[in-house]
């Protein structure tokens, strides 16, 4: 199990759903929306993308156990991507595949106990971000690593939410940049080692359009990388070690019998008379 009080070697198992009290909110119906929306052209080409990149960057990441916070595209779309032996997706909404059934903003995961932790889009759904950043940290074992997803408000993303009543991607609280997370990261001694940038393709649902464009993201990368549609960071959480300071003893003057006693060092006005 992966709860509070219990030992931390005992991992929850892949497959098994645990429930840990209420949730707050029903995303069941933003769920649904934006899982219509990963089936798109669109949505499929970004998640197919998406899934390179985090197989990419957890090819040199090793541990024991991942932990996925949040649901994006299939329950096993990102989980079995990690050199982990165990792996376990959390998520506010019961479905299969996930392990554990809570709020990214109250993690009932054992702290210390997670070798890597993945949040895709996760701050993004989240009406608590700094919490759920709060709580990845804690979870984390020293040297561990985040890997996380976001969309770039001022990439064509952004832009194209602007012009959306009803949000876009279905159900987002709210867009963050890369540098505001970068901030968010360091605050809490999560070191960014890596960064992508990509998704520079304009947000039309057409697999034609989508087919033409296919070049753009070298291109894209290349020469307005800050104009991206999204951004991958990979941060690993920094380690503080203690540094034994040793006590500077100095020997101050006292009074015997009405006279200034001798130090053992002469004094600087000592030095000058002489």
Known sequence: ?????????????????????????????????????????????????????????????????????????????????????????????????????????????????VDIVLLPHTLEYDPAPHDVLREVERVLVGEGHLVLLGFNPVGPVGLRRLLSFRGYPAGLSRLYTEGRVRDWLKLLGLDVVDARRYFFTAP??????????SGIET??????????????????????????????WSRRRGLVGGLAKPSAMPSRRQGQSR
Not at 204 to 213: H, I, K, M, T
């Open 204 to 213: 039309v649902n057409s697999a034609r359009l989508q087919q033409r464009l």
């Open 219 to 248: 291109v894209g990368s290349r020469y307005w990388s800050k104009l991206s549609g999204a951004y991958m960071l990979v941060a690993r959480k920094r380690v503080f070690t203690l540094t034994p300071v040793r006590p500077v």
């Open 1 to 113: 199990m992966l709860l509070k009080n219990l030992p931390k070697p005992k991992l929850i198992a892949a497959g098994h759903a645990v429930f840990l009290g209420p949730v707050n909110r029903d995303p069941s119906s933003i769920q649904a929306r934006t899982d219509d929306w990963l089936q798109t052209s669109l949505g499929s080409a970004l998640l197919e993308r998406e899934k390179a990149l985090v197989g990419d960057a957890l090819e040199s990441i090793f541990g024991i156990q991942l932990l996925q916070v949040g649901a994006w595209g299939a329950n096993d779309s990102f989980v079995g991507l990690g050199n982990t032996r165990r792996a376990a997706l959390v998520a506010p909404q019961a479905a299969e595949g996930v392990s554990i059934r809570s709020e990214p903003s109250r993690l009932g995961i054992a702290s210390d106990s």
